[in-house]
């Protein structure tokens, strides 16, 4: 018989002591990954080194917010690959405010009202 989880409340955590899974620091594991790139200098690997600290930081406790994985991954990932300079430009989500969307939660629940 098969016990589901739901997804969202599974961490590393979790998986390491139900599973006894380990951190593999051996670089044989995906060889082909490590073929034709580019140098990676010290201060390089000390950054990289950083933000996977955070990343396992970040997966042993569910959940994983969206949020959290740009602050954390995505965007020193990012940075460290050039995509804040200036041949690149950024954009960012338009907010919307408070008021407006109370505005439009007003109007459809008038137009609920009308069609039922």
């Known amino acids: 018989m098969f016990q589901v989880i739901q997804s ?22 995906f060889t082909e990954w490590l073929e034709d790139l580019l140098e ?8 990289l080194d ?13 959940p994983i917010l969206e949020n959290a994985v740009k602050m954390v991954i995505l ?3 990012l940075d460290l690959a050039g995509f804040y300079r200036e041949l ?3 954009a960012t989500e338009e907010s919307i405010e408070i ?3 109370y505005k ?3 109007i459809l629940k008038k137009l609920s009202q009308v069609l039922t």
Do not use: W
């Open 8 to 29: 969202e409340n599974i961490g590393l955590a979790y998986l390491e002591e139900r599973f006894s899974l380990q951190l593999s620091e051996d670089e044989r594991l």
């Open 40 to 47: 990676v200098t010290n201060l390089d690997t000390q950054y």
């Open 50 to 62: 950083r933000v996977k600290a955070n990343f396992l930081s970040l997966v042993k406790r569910p």
């Open 75 to 77: 965007s020193p990932l």
């Open 88 to 90: 690149f430009v950024i």
């Open 99 to 101: 008021n407006e969307l």
């Open 104 to 106: 439009v939660l007003q």
